[in-house]
């Protein structure tokens, strides 16, 4: 009695039609609401004529390049939700540059 120790051609992969699976649906959704975020960012700021810093558009080109290509703009699982596309502090950054775009000005409160 032999046993091939390989995959077979007959697993859920090896099916032409086959669904991704709901987690990788799901990480995909977010990959996609990522880089329309990051689009959106940048013609809010077009849009009202905001100019943005070299800083911040070199962080929204690289940042969907790098979801774009990796599916993921950060490396170490620890600094943001497993399949997520952006960081926290990533997440913090874009909500930062629409709020410059929209004209909002932080609000700092510091306590003694």
Known sequence: MTRSG??????????????PSPFEAERKANQ???????????????KAGVPLSEWEGEFL??????????????????????????SSMQGRKLKEIVAKAKGET???ERKP
């Not at 969907?64 to 990796?70: G, L, M, N, Q």
């Open 6 to 19: 390989g995959l077979s051609a007959s697993g859920p992969k090896a099916k032409a039609g086959a669904r």
């Open 32 to 46: 996609r609401a990522a880089l329309n975020a990051l689009k959106r960012a940048r013609r809010a700021a077009d």
């Open 61 to 86: 080109d690289s940042v969907s390049e790098r979801v774009k290509t990796h599916g993921r703009a950060f490396g170490d699982p620890e600094l943001g939700v497993p399949g997520q596309a952006l």
């Open 106 to 108: 932080r609000k700092r």
